[in-house]
């Protein structure tokens, strides 16, 4: 069970990213993942998490109208897209899968099982 989060990065405010995170196969098929991130001297904060089939989607307050999740089963990829992204978005960002078996997505840290190592988002003024 390996969870791999990329496409971090640096980028100007106002700009745009897109994260990556591959799962294996028996994680992606059935269990909702979400992304979650970190700043420094913060505590970890749920960014969005979407359910197995897609049509489950949560995004948090701070991010809902520039962020979009996304999942492609086929490929075992998860997309966080990130757009007009400010300074206040510079984080680790990581993604988390929950046990196979639990399939509502859920905005609480303690819920996710797996988690893969986090990318980092700087985002400059």
């Known amino acids: 069970v390996q969870l791999q989060a990329s496409g971090g990065g640096l980028v100007q405010a106002g700009g745009s990213l897109r994260l990556s995170c591959a799962a294996s196969?028996?994680?992606?098929?059935?269990?909702?993942v979400g992304w979650f991130r970190q700043a420094p001297g913060k505590e970890r904060e749920f960014v969005a998490t979407i359910n197995g089939n897609g049509y489950m989607i949560y995004y948090a307050d701070s991010v809902k109208g520039r962020f979009t999740i996304s999942r492609d089963n086929a490929a075992n990829t998860i997309y966080l897209q990130m757009n007009n992204l400010s300074p206040e978005d510079t984080a680790i960002y990581y993604c988390a899968a929950r046990f196979p078996g639990n399939v509502v997505p859920s905005r609480q840290i303690s819920d996710y099982a797996y988690w893969g190592q986090g990318t980092q988002v700087t985002v400059s003024s």
């Open positions: 196969g028996r994680i992606m098929s059935n269990s909702p």
